[in-house]
């Protein structure tokens, strides 16, 4: 059974520091997406990674991906207010996601 | 090009009501996907579906779910004699069509919350 894990679950941090939140998962994926979702709303595609190496960078967000590990990365520089929300991986077409990392930024 | 529509958003229903939920993908998707979101939690892959064609439900619980993606019209989840468990926000996903090695993006709708009293 495909298992994708990432962590940390729940992640405070104040404003202006870096982070990264790591998301593993369990067997070959041809493609890994990030997503945000804010509470009570829908989700919201940050990244979509394609390849070993694969590295995409929006804003303060940054995505990588590393398919021999089985793992992908998002970082967080400068972190601000706006960032807060719940942030999930998932791989596969289907798309099986991770629990989520709920991030709160601290003024 | 409107996005992944969904409705009703809001959906009361007494224990052992129906429940169907109706999700219209966006023009020119021909893939639709259903997940379940309980509170404080992910989401859980429910079905896979293709106008007429279910491609993976391996998600969906044996019992009182169903769904079907028509010729015609949206796509339907619906739940028989629904209990108190199945309160839970219901997404679903639209992506295009799925050639050789094409790699391509879901895009969700604003889901449905569904509550059974």
């Known amino acids: 059974e495909l298992k994708v894990e990432q962590n940390p679950l729940f992640l405070s941090m104040q404003e202006g520091k870096n982070y990264t939140i790591y998301c593993n998962y369990s067997?070959?994926?041809?493609?890994l997406y990030w997503y945000r979702q804010d509470p009570g709303k829908s989700l919201e595609s940050l990244f979509v990674l394609l390849s070993n190496g694969a590295v995409k960078q929006e804003g303060r967000l940054m995505a990588s991906l590393d398919t021999k590990a089985r793992l992908s990365t998002l970082h967080i520089t400068a972190a601000v207010h706006d960032l807060s929300a719940t942030y999930f991986c998932a791989v596969t077409q289907k798309l099986v996601f991770g629990q989520g990392t709920r991030l709160t930024i601290n003024p | 090009n409107a996005g992944v529509m969904q409705n009703p958003r809001h959906l009361v229903r007494r224990r052992g009501q129906e429940a169907r939920l109706r999700c219209s993908p966006m023009k020119g998707h021909s893939h639709v996907y259903w997940y379940r979101q309980l509170p404080e939690e992910g989401l859980k892959f429910m079905v896979y579906l293709q106008k007429e064609n279910i491609i993976d439900e391996s998600g969906m619980p044996k019992e009182r779910f169903s769904a079907e993606f028509p010729k015609e019209g949206p796509s339907i989840l619906r739940i028989q004699q629904v209990v108190r468990g199945d309160s839970a926000a219901y997404f679903c996903?639209?992506?295009?069509?799925?050639?050789?090695?094409?790699?391509?993006?879901?895009?969700f709708g604003q889901g449905t919350r569904l509550t059974v009293v």
């Open positions: 067997t070959t994926s041809d493609r």
């Open positions: 996903a639209s992506s295009p069509l799925v050639g050789t090695g094409l790699i391509t993006e879901a895009f």
